[in-house]
Structure formats: structure tokens, C-alpha cells
């Protein structure tokens, strides 16, 4: 049980361009879903949190609209990467939480490589 | 002080050796405790929870937690080279967190043959 899937698990963009990264829970409801974004040998930085029909809270310093997220779904979140700059690379994953105890299961990742 | 200690390392155990991996945390109000294991290139998977104070056993791990002294710690028991990973230790954030989670930089841990 509890598992994320994400996609597409690698992605290569021009500069300028936007890239939308899904999360979904396959097996049980999100109510709140995560969004981290890992740079190399780096610790996980927590970017937002959603929560399903709601705005997504953001870190500080996290651009909410460059980083545009949508909660539509109880099993589906997405983040989309909006006007793409190579500063912008980086391992993103999401994770997903019912709620129970504050447990979170990650997606795999999403690798993005802006050129 | 950072919320979630951890050292860094790289903690190098021999295979078979028990591997004991510590963290520290700053709110005493924090409830909710969890390891991760992470590889490299990979994300994060969940090995372990735990809420009250003392042991909790599964498998080859056991987590141990003492609010008092504002700790919690993963030992690894018959330690495989395939439990070469960095561990993270996250704690919920009980002021305003709603559910986010905390995480310490994480250690790594390398089982030599």
C-alpha cells in the first residue's frame, strides 16, 4: 500500500519553456500532498504543500508563480514549472500524506534538466 | 540550533555489524517521528514511524525514541551492503506545520564487505 507514482520521471526543456510534473496516490486518498525539489549532494527542500480544492502554501522563497500548483483531486496534484531557466534543475519529488500521523510516501522524482 | 540534527558522516560499518544512526530535534512538542532511507539518485522511502517513547522493532531495524532527552535513533541490525543509503530522520512540526515534516540533512551510511 501507499503508493505515489510521479511523471514523467525525466525531463528535458529549453529554456523559456513550461513543464508540468503529476503526482498521484494509487491507493489511497491524499489530503495533503508535498512538493520537494533535492539539488545534488543537497538535502530535501520543501517548495509547497497542497491540500485538495485549496491554494497551495509556499515556503518562503519559493515563487508561487513560477511554481504553479493544482490539488484537483484527492490522488492527483501537479506542479508545473512555468518560463524554464537552467537554475531551474533539479530532482523534484513529491510526496503524499492521508493525514495519518503526519506519514508521507514519495513519489519516485522527477529529474528536469533545463538547457 | 537546526530543528533536526543529524551527522552527516559517512558511518562506515562492517557487513554484519549493528549500524546506529542518531538525531536530535529542537521541538519538544513534536509527536511524530520517521526514518527514510534514501539511495542515491533515488527519492526517499519510508522504513520506520514511531510515536512513544522506547522501541519499536521491524525486521532488521528498531527505532528508538526518547522525548526527554529529544531524541530518536535507527539501529540496523545485520548490516547488508545493500543498506548503504542516507538515512533521514524527519519530525512532524507541531506549531502551525499542519502535517508538514522536518528533515535532518540525513546520514550515510556505507556497509563495507
Known amino acids: 500500500g501507499a503508493v505515489v507514482s510521479q511523471h514523467p520521471s525525466w525531463v528535458i526543456c529549453k529554456s523559456g519553456t513550461s513543464v508540468k510534473i503529476e503526482c498521484r496516490s494509487l491507493?489511497?486518498?491524499?489530503?495533503?500532498m508535498f512538493w520537494y525539489r533535492q539539488f545534488p549532494k543537497q538535502s530535501l527542500m520543501l517548495m509547497a504543500t497542497?491540500?485538495?480544492?485549496?491554494?497551495?502554501?509556499?515556503e518562503q522563497g519559493v515563487e508561487k508563480d513560477k511554481f504553479l500548483i493544482n490539488h484537483a483531486s484527492l490522488t492527483l496534484s501537479t506542479l508545473t514549472v512555468t518560463s524554464a531557466h537552467p537554475e531551474d534543475s533539479s530532482f523534484y519529488i513529491c510526496?503524499?500524506?492521508?493525514?495519518?500521523?503526519?506519514?508521507?510516501?514519495f513519489g519516485p522524482g522527477t529529474r528536469l534538466l533545463v538547457l | 540550533q537546526k530543528e533536526v540534527e543529524q551527522n552527516s558522516g559517512p558511518l562506515s560499518v562492517p557487513e554484519g555489524a549493528i549500524a546506529s544512526l542518531n538525531c536530535t530535534y529542537s521541538?519538544?512538542?513534536?509527536?511524530?517521528f520517521f526514518w527514510y532511507r534514501q539511495y542515491s539518485g533515488k527519492s526517499p522511502e519510508l522504513i520506520m514511524s514511531?510515536?512513544?517513547?522506547g522501541d519499536k522493532e521491524d525486521g532488521r531495524f528498531t527505532a528508538q525514541l526518547n522525548k526527554a532527552s529529544q531524541y530518536v535513533s535507527l539501529l540496523i541490525r545485520d548490516s547488508q551492503p545493500s543498506d548503504s543509503a542516507t538515512y533521514l530522520c524527519?519530525?512532524?512540526?507541531?506549531?502551525?506545520?499542519?502535517?508538514?515534516?522536518?528533515f535532518g540533512t540525513g546520514t550515510q551510511l556505507k556497509v563495507e564487505l
Open positions: 510526496s503524499a500524506s492521508s493525514g495519518v500521523r503526519e506519514t508521507q510516501y
Open positions: 491507493d489511497f486518498q491524499a489530503t495533503t
Open positions: 497542497s491540500n485538495e480544492g485549496s491554494k497551495a502554501t509556499y
Open positions: 521541538d519538544r512538542g513534536s509527536q511524530s
Open positions: 514511531i510515536y512513544s517513547n
Open positions: 524527519a519530525v512532524n512540526r507541531p506549531t502551525g506545520g499542519g502535517n508538514k515534516l522536518t
